[in-house]
């Protein structure tokens, strides 16, 4: 029986777990700090209210125990991974592995350099800091249906730094909410203003002119400010310092503007970039370990022109979905075909019933047609999650006679 231990329980774990299940002769485990899968390309409608808690957190035990075949989940932290004994290190006991993979994800990168940034804004990486900040979009919501006429004269500052994926999908539903609740509750939430602010010169940098262009329109047509080119030099708990010289006056603050991937300790250094992702080789190996892999946005995957993958859930899939087809080619002792990193397409959600997408860098679409295929997509997704969870929920609870 060999032993595989998944490292992470987002989408690329996940989907590592579900090409493992069904073959024979495997012990998987999987490893993850949090009880829950939180599915984080849903994050812009859990801030802005469209989506509940339901919507964009399953329980991972309910959900392994929906296999066929035995997966068992363990809720615990890693505190090392040692490749010399092939085991993993937890908060009170060691699991031995044949295969690992390390799927540890990313969380946001407060920069240092800009001061007072992570004490005065909220990520989405993480469940909790999406709830935090939903639940002060909400206030500020509900304090304009009580107070129409409050206190605060002038406009209310909502900023968002980073206009990359997550960045302008959360600005463009949040915009989206606040024009229907104009309508709904009263011109009082006009006085809410979103400002979308990054350092490089356009939106979702490294996308194509297509997606950039009618995404840039969208926004604009939404009333949001959109603020490229502008270095912020430091944010205090009201306002955001430009190096320019400009201030923003702000009620609250959010980040999605960096990543970096968590540290944990492993018996031995191992080649990391800038934001500590992991270097692997064509088979998305740690160099030297062919046992340990690593997929998803732990790792600097780059395609055929050398170009550095932006970290996407379609990335984490893909690259998951290869590990385990590389540890089925070891067991059967087959060669390996190189990793091929590409991406089929993109859709970016803007708010209501619209988004833009892309397919294959051929098929373009926009409008309710482009929210209906992205709506597809997603829906497969959590629907496929929510059968096996639901499965083994019922196998979780069922008394010990009838399952047998």
Known sequence: MKKIIVIGGGYGGLRAVEHLAG?????????????????????????????????????????????????????????????EAKSVHLADKKLHYDYVIMAIGAETNFFSFIEGLRENSYGVKKLQRA????TAFEKLLYSKVEHPSG??????????????????????????????????????????????????PTILPGMSDFIVTKTHARLEELGINIMTDAFIQSVDSTTIRFKDGKRLEY??????????????????????????????DANLRIPNEPAVFAVGDCVEIRDAKGHILPPTAQTAERSAEYAAYAIKQNLQH???????????????????????????????????????????????????LKLRVNTGFEKRTKPFDDQA
Request: aromatic share 14%; charged share 25%.
């Open 23 to 83: 073959i024979d002769g495997l012990q998987i485990t999987l490893i993850d700090k949090h009880p829950y899968h939180y599915l984080q390309t849903e994050a812009y409608g859990y801030i802005a209210g469209r989506f509940d808690l339901h919507d964009v957190a399953v329980d991972l035990k309910n959900w392994c125990y929906g296999f066929k075949k035995w997966v068992e989940f363990v809720h615990d932290e890693v505190t090392m991974v040692d490749f």
């Open 251 to 280: 009620f609250f603050m959010i980040f999605t503007g960096g990543i970096k991937v968590p540290s944990f300790e492993l018996s031995r250094e191992v080649e990391r970039n800038r934001i500590n992702q992991f270097i692997v």
């Open 334 to 384: 087959l060669p390996l075909k190189p990793f091929d990193a590409s991406i089929d397409g993109v859709f970016v959600a803007l708010g209501g019933n619209y988004a833009v997408g892309e397919l294959f860098r051929v098929i373009k679409v926009k409008g309710y047609s482009a929210y209906l295929l992205k709506k597809l997509i997603t829906y497969t997704y959590y629907l496929g």
């Open 131 to 134: 709830f935090n900040f939903r």
């Open 151 to 200: 206190e605060k004269k002038g406009p209310l500052n909502i900023a968002i730094g980073g206009a990359g994926l997550s960045g302008v999908e959360i600005a463009a539903e949040m915009a989206d909410v606040i024009k229907k609740h104009t309508k709904s509750i009263g011109e009082s939430t006009r006085e809410i203003r979103i400002h979308l602010i990054d350092a490089a």
